[in-house]
């Protein structure tokens, strides 16, 4: 059995087209994934590591993991190895969720996904990564999509290039 990585080209030619389309990748870059051990995070792990070996522009790639201390049981060293797969740093950090949102008065989901986007950003500025990649699949879009239209009456989603305003 080969242990080289392998993503299947059926799916790496769908993301290929969004890379293109989207405008998403340019010379220099320095990319940081946010690693969180889910399929979704994993898979754009081994992708984005495929298609930077081929990549007609030179890029750079590195993992974060946000450890929001709900479990003793983090899998640092399993994050660490799976990166290590791949030939990619990975940096983490412990970011105490459940106090955060027992003083903000949100619900534990939004101060959860607020907490670890805002972890995620910052260490990518401190590190001078200019770009975040982040994981969603199209259930991801259509449950923004509805929580959007059911809490605040608008027909939107994210898009796959978001600018942050605040940190460019």
């Known amino acids: 059995m080969s242990r080289t990585p392998f993503v299947p080209a059926e799916l790496l030619s769908k993301l290929w087209r969004a890379v293109i389309e989207f405008d998403m990748l340019q010379a220099g870059d320095r990319i940081l994934i946010g690693l969180s051990g889910g399929k979704d ?10 298609i930077q070996k081929y990549a007609p522009v030179p890029f750079e790639l590195a993992c974060y993991t946000v450890d929001a201390m709900f479990s003793p049981a983090f899998p640092k060293a399993e994050l660490e190895a799976f990166c290590g797969y791949y030939g990619l740093k990975h940096y983490s950090e412990k970011v105490d969720v459940n106090s955060a949102w027992q003083n903000k008065g949100n619900t534990p989901c939004f101060t959860c996904a607020y907490f670890r986007r805002a972890a995620t950003n910052r260490t990518a500025l401190e590190l001078g990564f200019n770009k975040v990649a982040l994981a969603h699949h199209h259930d991801d879009a259509v449950e923004t999509f509805l929580m959007n239209v059911l809490t605040s009456g608008q027909l939107r989603t994210f898009l796959p290039v978001t600018p942050l305003s605040r940190t460019g």
């Open 41 to 50: 995070s994993m898979f754009l792990t081994a992708a984005l590591a495929e």
